[in-house]
């Protein structure tokens, strides 16, 4: 199996929001290190499942639908990468946002 070399490792990680769940996120956020473009909020598929799911934004339809590409991670994971999402990640479930080119702002979409 491929070994993967995510951006952080643990020990760097800081607890920057209590716990809320895992989330799913692309790999070009978590090994590529790109910022979090594009967020949305779903139903829980489960118990623990916050429903956020982060993408840089640059993904194609087929890197999405390659389940190698996407993988579960404590949403604090996602928040030491990109703590722009902060702000945001207590929206309600059918929440789309999108950063606002060079800044470190969602809008809805």
Excluded: Q
Aim: charged share 35%; with cysteine.
């Amino acid at each position: 199996m491929e070994e993967f070399k995510y951006k952080l490792k643990p020990e760097e990680i800081k607890e920057l929001i209590p716990s809320m769940g895992y989330c799913y996120a692309s790999d070009m956020v978590t090994v590529d290190g790109y910022k979090v473009g594009f967020m949305h909020r779903e139903a829980r598929e489960e118990e623990g499942d916050s429903g956020w799911r982060f993408y840089s934004g640059f993904e194609t339809e087929e890197y999405v639908d390659d389940e190698h590409n996407i993988m579960m991670f404590d949403v604090n994971y996602i928040a030491n990468l990109d703590p722009a999402i902060i702000p945001y990640l207590k929206l309600r479930t059918g929440a789309e946002l999108e950063r606002v080119e060079g800044t470190d702002k969602f809008e809805r979409i």
